[in-house]
Nanobody, 114 residues
Framework: QVQLVESGGGLVQPGGSLRLSCAVSGIIFSRYSMGWYRQAPGKQRELVATIGGGSTNYADSVKGRFTISRDNAKNTVYLQMNSLKPEDTAVYYC?????????WGQGTQVTVSS
């Protein structure tokens, strides 16, 4: 059974930081490209960042503020989020992707508000 379990979300003030984690089981983690996506109320789910094949990719809106990383020994992918803005408020989802096989986590809420 494949499981992607996100953690680390919460309420943070503008300018603050959070670190999201996604623990993965049931797949050969190192073979998969991993990603973080987010969905704000009333909006479509959008790409935040991906990591795989030795490279990373970021949405323009988070470049320079967010960093994606992975620990293949721990089957975990991380998203370090700095200088958070109210517009970063969303449910953040972890994604595992290998060719046409895609898995999603259940999401973790991030709220940026004073």
């Amino acid at each position: 059974q494949v499981q992607l379990v996100e953690s680390g979300g919460g309420l943070v003030q503008p300018g603050g930081s959070l670190r999201l984690s996604c623990a993965v089981s049931g797949i050969i983690f190192s073979r998969y490209s991993m990603g973080w996506y987010r969905q704000a109320p009333g909006k479509q789910r959008e790409l935040v960042a991906t990591i795989g094949g030795g490279s990373t990719n970021y949405a323009d809106s988070v470049k320079g503020r967010f960093t994606i990383s992975r620990d293949n020994a721990k089957n975990t992918v991380y998203l370090q989020m700095n200088s958070l803005k109210p517009e970063d408020t969303a449910v953040y989802y972890c994604n595992a992707n290998l060719y046409f096989v895609v898995y999603w986590g259940q999401g973790t809420q991030v709220t940026v508000s004073s």
